[in-house]
C-alpha cells in the first residue's frame, strides 16, 4: 500500500487506515471475536495507522486495539480525549489531559501513545494558549509522541494548523464534504501538518449500498443522530439529508470504474485529494475491511470522474452543508 507521511509525526502510514468506532459504539452490536477479526484483517492487509478515541464504547474501542497493538509492529496509532466531559472549555486543562490520557494509556495499554487528538472540543478551545501549552507537556512527559486535533469545521481546522506543534487535523472530508479542499488542504500541506480524513463513505451513503428502504437499528447513531440529538449532526451522513445523499449517489454510480465498488471509488477519490495523509473508513467485518484497502489499488480518478463529483455537490448537495462546517 502506498505510504505518506502523517504531517509532523514524521511518521509514514499506509494511505488508508481503519477508524475503530464502530468497533465500540453507536454503529450497532460488534462482538469482541467479530471486532478483533476487523482489525487483524485490517493490518494484515497492509494498514498500518488506526484512528481511536476514548469514548468509543467508553474505552472499548481503545483496550481492542490495545489487544491487536501487542500481535503486530509497525502500526501507528492515535486516540482521541475530551469527550467523556462535558464540553466547557474549563475543562480542558492539563490535570485533566493527564487523567484521560491515563485511562487511555492504560486502556491501550502502553506507556507512550503516538497521536492524541483534541475530539471536536468547544471552538474557543482552539485559540485557547494554554490549552496547547499543556499539550506541549504531555510530549515533554512522554506520555503522547505528537497530538493534533479533530475538528467539525473548516474555520477551527484553519486556527489549529496555525499552531506551531499541531501535527495533524482530523477533518470530514468525502464526495459530499468539499469545503476543505478550498482552504484547509493546502494550508495543511503548507504547514506540514497531516489530514486525516474522516467519515469518508457518508456513514455508509457512499458505500451505495443503502436505499429508500434501508432502516437502521436503534442502537445505531444513523437512527437516534439524524438531527444532531447526540453530537453534531455533520457526524451522521455528513449532514446531508439521506434521501438527497442516495439522489447524490446515483449520479455517482456510472463513474465507478468497471470491477470497482461505489465505496472504492468515494475512498479513491478523497486518496486523490493533494495534502491527505490517510483515510480512515471503518468497518464491521473482514470483507468490509479488503474492500476498503483495494481502493488504494484503483488507478487515479480522470478529470471526468473528478468533475462529475464536483458538479454532484454543486447541485444537490452544497446549500445543505457547505454554509455550515
Request: aromatic share 6%; proline share 4%; glycine share 10%.
Amino acid at each position: 500500500m502506498e505510504k505518506r507521511t502523517l504531517g509532523r509525526t514524521g511518521r509514514d502510514v499506509g494511505v488508508v487506515g481503519l477508524g475503530a468506532w464502530q468497533l465500540g459504539a453507536d454503529w450497532g452490536e460488534v462482538g469482541e471475536d467479530a471486532a478483533l477479526g476487523v482489525l487483524r484483517a485490517a493490518v494484515d492487509g497492509g494498514v498500518t495507522f488506526i484512528d481511536t478515541a476514548d469514548v468509543y464504547g467508553d474505552g472499548r474501542s481503545e483496550r481492542l486495539v490495545g489487544q491487536v497493538l501487542k500481535e503486530y509492529d509497525g502500526l501507528t496509532v492515535a486516540s482521541k480525549m475530551g469527550r467523556r466531559v462535558e464540553q466547557k472549555p474549563e475543562n480542558y486543562t492539563l490535570d485533566n489531559f493527564r487523567a484521560w490520557n491515563d485511562r487511555s494509556r492504560e486502556n491501550l495499554d502502553v506507556e507512550t501513545i503516538d497521536l492524541v487528538q483534541l475530539h471536536c472540543p468547544p471552538t474557543s478551545v482552539y485559540s485557547t494558549d494554554a490549552v496547547f501549552d499543556a499539550l506541549d507537556e504531555l510530549v515533554a512527559e512522554k506520555r503522547i509522541a505528537a497530538y493534533g486535533v479533530s475538528v467539525e469545521t473548516c474555520a477551527e481546522a484553519l486556527t489549529a494548523i496555525a499552531r506551531p506543534n499541531v501535527a495533524s487535523v482530523q477533518i470530514i472530508l468525502n464526495a459530499f464534504r468539499l469545503k476543505p479542499l478550498d482552504e484547509v488542504l493546502p494550508a495543511a500541506a503548507e504547514a506540514g501538518v497531516g489530514i486525516i480524513a474522516r467519515v469518508p463513505l457518508a456513514s455508509g451513503l457512499l458505500s451505495g449500498k443503502y436505499d429508500e428502504n434501508t432502516t437502521f437499528g436503534a442502537d445505531d447513531h444513523r437512527t437516534y443522530n439524524r438531527q444532531g440529538e447526540a453530537f453534531d449532526v455533520g457526524e451522521t451522513f455528513s449532514g446531508v439529508e439521506f434521501t438527497t445523499g442516495l439522489e447524490a449517489v446515483q449520479r455517482l454510480r456510472p463513474e465507478v470504474p468497471a470491477g470497482a465498488t461505489m465505496a472504492q471509488f468515494a475512498l479513491r477519490w478523497i486518496i486523490d485529494q493533494p495534502g491527505v495523509s490517510v483515510v480512515i473508513p471503518g468497518a464491521r467485518n473482514p470483507d468490509q475491511v479488503a474492500g476498503n484497502i483495494g481502493a488504494a489499488s484503483l488507478a487515479p480518478l480522470s478529470a471526468d470522474q473528478l468533475a462529475t463529483v464536483q458538479a454532484t455537490y454543486d447541485d444537490l448537495i452544497r446549500t445543505q452543508v457547505h454554509g455550515r462546517w
